[in-house]
């Protein structure tokens, strides 16, 4: 069947540079677009100017690879001086919408976060209608991590009603609804029902049955058939060598759980004869490095925070074991766990991490499981994918976990989610 409902798509993210899976996910589906006929792509992201006083997690921006030709991203300026205290940017994001939507070509506008990216999508719509123009734009909202663990939970929590309903209310405007796990469904509902609760609304009815689960999209190609002598540079420009360091990559923060690996490290026979790799950017970045200073096995943890997209494939291919502890936070819980994923595409050792949020549905059986906030156990898991596993188990184990990751290719999935789209344009 056909997958061209329309020319256009606009894909709303925080973007590269930002370290951040769903910033990837969108490059993704982008570069899907490109094959299923859209022949204007757009990415509507931040300036990079705003990106940087945020403090958020940024690649250096000499290792973010360029997009295809044909996928243009933009970085609406703000709109008013210093008298407007807050929401100068999302103006800029939503004019910017408003004149795509009105000049009369047939778009999709795909949101990722549902704040501020669907809110302000939600707004411009009704813009959009209320100029009388003609527009012919149908609007997928997907709901990713934060913005449900740190957003609608949080207005919850906090008895924030109107906050509340303004996100939730804005997800429903849309035409289809999709969340990365089920996981992160079950959070939205959950929090909608306690808003029914105390409000006497109906969203959890709404949630449970419009949002759809629509995973990550993963550029698998980008991690199978590496070239070997590349991987072979790569590690001796780090001063590593094949199945001879554990590996982290992700962003350094505590929810993360890499305090818990430095330590589980420090525990292990194996970490004796390695090294711990912690590879990433992020908010606790400073205090990790301090906390590895302080441990047993200071001498053997190496931190890197220049590792570019291209570089990334190539460490975790040749890394004995990838270990994600992530644990559940206020501020932040796995609602899938792409990075994983990207490991059993790449085809290093096993995956050590926890039954986090959305993670067991992005590992499936695939994983050495552990506890949360258990170093004793990530230690013996280390030991399990170093020492305890033969030659033959290991590559059954590696054969076995990239087979599952490979249903998160970003084509089969751009495909299931723009069914979906081409139904809701159909019946809108």
């Not at 719509?125 to 997907?142: I, N, Y």
């Not at 109107?162 to 990365?180: Q, R, T």
């Amino acid at each position: 069947m056909s997958t061209r409902p329309c020319r256009r798509l606009i894909i709303v993210v925080r973007a590269d540079p930002v370290i951040c899976g769903h910033s990837g996910e969108a490059r993704n589906l982008a570069e899907s677009a490109l094959t299923r006929g859209f022949d204007d792509v757009r990415i509507l992201t931040w300036p990079l100017d705003r990106l940087q006083e945020t403090g958020l997690p940024l690649k250096p921006l000499d290792t973010v690879l360029p997009y295809s030709p044909g996928i243009t991203v933009e970085r609406p300026a703000p709109v008013g001086g210093y008298k407007i205290p807050d929401g100068r940017f999302t103006a800029g994001l939503v004019g910017r919408l408003v004149e795509l939507f009105t000049d009369g070509v047939p778009t999709v506008c795909l949101s990722l976060y549902l704040s501020p990216h669907t809110l302000a999508v939600a707004e411009a719509v009704r813009v959009a209608r209320a100029t009388g123009l003609p527009m012919d734009v149908t609007t997928v909202a997907e709901a990713v991590g934060s913005d449900v663990t740190s957003v609608v939970r949080a207005c919850v929590e906090d008895d924030r009603f109107g906050a509340a309903a303004h996100v939730l209310a804005s997800y429903l405007d849309h035409d289809v609804c999709v969340a990365v796990s089920e996981y992160t469904k079950d959070v939205i509902v959950a929090a909608a029902e306690q808003i029914d609760a105390r409000h006497g609304t109906a969203f959890a009815a709404q949630c449970r049955r419009r949002v759809d689960i629509s995973y990550p999209a993963i550029d698998t190609a980008a991690y199978l058939n590496l070239d070997p002598a590349t991987t072979a540079s790569a590690l001796s420009r780090r001063g590593l060598t094949r199945d001879g360091y554990v590996l982290f990559l992700s962003r350094l923060s505590l929810s993360k759980g890499v305090a818990d690996l430095i330590d589980g490290f420090a525990a292990s026979m194996a970490g004796h004869s390695m090294r711990l790799v912690i590879a990433g950017r992020g908010p606790d970045a400073d205090y990790l490095r301090e906390y590895a200073r302080s441990s047993m096995a200071a001498d053997r943890i190496v931190f890197l925070d220049d590792v570019g997209d291209e570089e990334k494939p190539h460490l975790m291919s040749a890394c004995a074991a990838y270990a994600l502890p992530s644990k559940p936070g206020d501020e932040f819980t796995e609602t899938f766990g792409i990075a994983p994923v990207e490991q059993m595409l790449a085809g290093g050792g096993p995956v050590i991490t926890c039954a986090t949020g959305g993670i067991p549905e992005a590992v499936g059986d695939t994983a050495l499981m552990v506890p949360v906030s258990s170093p004793s156990a990530i230690a013996g898991a280390i030991d399990t994918a170093v020492l305890g596993m033969s030659d033959a188990a290991r590559t059954a184990h590696r054969s076995r976990a990239r087979a599952h990751a490979m249903q998160f290719d970003r084509t089969p999935v751009f495909d299931r989610l723009f069914e979906k789209v081409a139904v809701a344009a159909r019946t809108r």
